[in-house]
């Protein structure tokens, strides 16, 4: 039997792809659909609580889902440029 490589998932990529695969675009709308659905869902649930608590705490939930989802809009608006060789 061979034995297969072991991938490591926490290792990051030195460099990112020049180009993006269709499936890795599809993947972006879909983390960008998550994170505002996220951000939205808590800014109402936030709306419906009467303890301030829970209040701060949703909406720190949901401020965190608008953070990544402006950083993942910032990555995709200022890919990063080749080098110039």
Known sequence: ????PQMNPQAAM????????SKDAMYFSDMMSWNLLAAKKAHFF????????????IERAGQMHQRHYNMILRHLQNPP?????
């Open 1 to 4: 039997m061979q034995q297969q």
């Open 14 to 21: 030195p460099q990112p792809p020049q180009m993006v695969s």
């Open 46 to 57: 936030a709306s419906q609580c009467r303890d301030p608590e829970v209040v701060q705490a």
């Open 81 to 85: 440029q080749p080098p110039v060789m």
